[in-house]
C-alpha cells in the first residue's frame, strides 16, 4: 500500500532528476545552507561556531588527526 509520504518522495526525485548537474549542485548548496541556518537559530551562535560544529561532529568516531584537531578544534 502506498502513502502520501512515498508518493511526495517518488515525485521529488523526479522533480531533482530533471534538474541539470549545476541546478543539483546549486540545490545541494542551498540546501547546507538552510541547515546550518536552523543550526545557528536552535543554538544561538554564529555562522563560524556552526560550521565548527558541524566539522567537529563529522570527525567523531574517527581516527583522531593532530592536523584536523588544530584545524576546527
Known amino acids: ?3 502520501v509520504a512515498d508518493d511526495l518522495k ?3 526525485r523526479e522533480e ?3 534538474l541539470s548537474a549545476e541546478q ?3 540545490l545541494a548548496l542551498a540546501l ?3 541547515d546550518l541556518a536552523a543550526l545557528q537559530a ?3 551562535i554564529d555562522r563560524a561556531a556552526a560550521v565548527r ?3 567537529r561532529q563529522r570527525q567523531a568516531g574517527r581516527t583522531r588527526s ?3 584537531t588544530a584545524a576546527i578544534g
Open 16 to 18: 531533482v532528476r530533471k
Open 10 to 12: 517518488r515525485s521529488h
Open 66 to 68: 593532530a592536523c584536523m
Open 32 to 34: 547546507g545552507d538552510a
Open 1 to 3: 500500500m502506498r502513502s
Open 53 to 55: 560544529l558541524v566539522k
Open 24 to 26: 543539483r549542485i546549486e
Open 42 to 44: 536552535a543554538r544561538g
